[in-house]
């Protein structure tokens, strides 16, 4: 998915399902994301933090932001996502810059009223209609409803009386827990039993419960923030990939060089080569 990104400037699609649904991939990419929720009820998995959506939440995830969505409450959901990069709506802004406070944040979510539903909405219609049907200065166009749209994002933003905060229930503090362990620990060994030890929980609960509230098992979780230190380090550094591999928590080169394909849908050094 993440190179399926990279083809492009922007993307707007809507998507209904009838029946439950959870994503069951590891999920990040170099291009921003809007998520706005039509129907239904979803759990939003983001770094390390999960949010719950109700319909008409709208959530802005930044660039290489992990994330996954899962089921919650009624099974039949209905979304528009968009997809773009940042020189996309800038490209028509000539040298004027679009500065946006969410632009540097990990993510936003917003809890439009039933009038700034309404606004969204009938923007996000206008652009699948674009998509849809292409005519004369079509990305033109595109490009004017999407900074409309983040300047409306940006309004309901200022206007809000308070952030949405994540979920935080008993469960979900320990599953903080154990990923703030993880992010402190992923260039080491970890293991199931270490942290069944630690946490005071046994291994198959453990599994259990860090699964139904993230969509990851521990070990996805841990091999996709390693290869997210792995693409800064090919991308900032000039480290040897043999060091990066070493250096981020894998025990053979061989390995990371699977799994880092396997997330990133290149190899290393075809992603350093393409990113430097």
């Known amino acids: ?113 039933a009038h700034e539903q309404g606004t969204i909405e009938n923007l996000l219609f206008a652009m699948l209609k674009e998509q849809q049907e292409p005519r004369g200065h079509q990305s033109l166009y595109l490009q004017t409803l999407l900074i409309q749209f983040l300047i409306e994002m940006n309004r309901i933003r200022e206007s809000a009386q308070a952030a949405i ?37 046994s291994v198959p609960y453990l599994c259990r419960l860090f699964k139904q509230t993230t969509g990851f098992t521990i070990i996805e979780y841990l091999n996709t923030i390693r290869v997210q230190e792995a693409q800064r380090r090919l991308r900032e550094s000039s480290d040897s990939v043999t060091r990066i591999a070493e250096d981020t928590g894998f025990d053979s080169i061989a390995h990371f060089g699977r799994v880092f394909k396997a997330i990133a849908k290149r190899s290393p050094l075809q992603y350093r080569k393409q990113n430097r």
């Open 165 to 201: 905060a994540p979920a935080n229930d008993e469960k979900q503090r320990k599953v903080y827990e154990i990923i703030e362990y993880l992010q402190a620990r992923y260039s080491g060994t970890v293991t199931l039993e270490e942290l069944s030890e630690r946490f005071f929980l």
């Open 1 to 113: 998915m993440q190179e399926e990104k990279q083809e492009f400037l922007f993307c707007v699609e809507q998507v209904k399902r009838a029946g439950a649904f959870s994503m069951d991939t590891d999920h990040f990419h170099e291009t921003y994301e809007i998520y706005y929720l039509l129907a239904g009820e979803r759990s939003y998995y983001i770094n390390n933090l999960v949010y719950s959506l109700r319909k008409g939440d709208l959530i802005f995830i930044n660039r290489n932001e992990l994330h996954r969505t899962m089921a919650r409450g009624t099974v039949r959901h209905e979304r528009i996502l968009i997809n773009f990069r940042r020189e996309f709506p800038q490209e028509m802004l000539g040298g004027n810059s679009l500065t946006l406070p969410f632009f540097s944040e990990q993510c936003l979510l917003l809890r439009p009223d």
